[in-house]
Structures are given as C-alpha cells and as structure tokens.
C-alpha cells in the first residue's frame, strides 16, 4: 500500500509560481509512475502530467505545456510539480497518484493510489 500526501498548494496572484510536492510513505515509489491531476469546481478531474520510473519520459496536457514541469526525486520519494506563470483558470485541488506500471500514462483510471489533494487558487 502507498500513502502520498501533497503540499505547497496555496493562493497566489495571476503570473505567479507554486511548487507542489507529493510525499510517499508505505514503500517506495520504484517502478511507479507518477502523475499529477486537478479537479477544479463543477468540473471533471482532469490530466496535468505524467512522469515514468525512472523519470525519462514527462507528459503534460496541452493547456500546463510549457508552464508547469514534473520532476521526481527517487532517493526521497517525492515527485513535485512546478508551476510558473499561472492562471485563474488552474485553480483546482490537485492530486497526486501513482501507477505501479512504469511507463507514464494520462488516463486516470490507471492509476492506482491517490492523494488527498492540495488547493491551488489563482487570483486575477
């Protein structure tokens, strides 16, 4: 069984940066691919983006690219998510979760443990 627990999740202006971690504890995150979801009000949990044991392969939705980065550290279990230049439109709880496959994958239902998320809120 894997816990993951999110942080750095907060409220910051339009343009501004945020720096999500996802802790795992229960065993360690090898061969688990790691990816990062959002589900803002009234609407549908949604991709962010992906990474792949052991971390050679990221994958982004195409409304993050270019703003948002993934990136894991191995020896300490966590996987983060940068977040530059955001945008009222990416408030949302965010979650973490992992696949015990490891090649990186979009599809929620893939995936086989969840957070309980970290609010993101961006003010205009």
């Known amino acids: 069984q894997v816990q993951l627990v999110e942080s750095g999740g907060g409220l910051v202006q339009a343009g501004g940066s945020l720096r999500l971690s996802c802790a795992a504890s229960g065993r360690t995150l090898n061969r688990y691919a790691m990816g990062w979801f959002r589900q803002a009000p009234g609407k549908e949990r949604e991709f962010v983006a992906a990474i792949s044991w052991p971390g050679g392969s990221t994958y982004y939705a195409d409304s993050v690219k270019g703003r948002f980065t993934i990136s894991r550290d191995n020896a300490k279990n966590t996987v983060h998510l940068q977040m530059n230049s955001l945008k009222p439109e990416d408030t949302a709880v965010y979650y973490c979760?992992?696949?015990?496959?490891?090649?990186?994958?979009?599809?929620?239902?893939?995936?086989?443990?969840w957070g309980q998320g970290t609010q993101v809120t961006v003010s205009s």
């Open positions: 979760a992992a696949d015990r496959t490891f090649r990186a994958t979009r599809e929620a239902y893939e995936y086989d443990y």
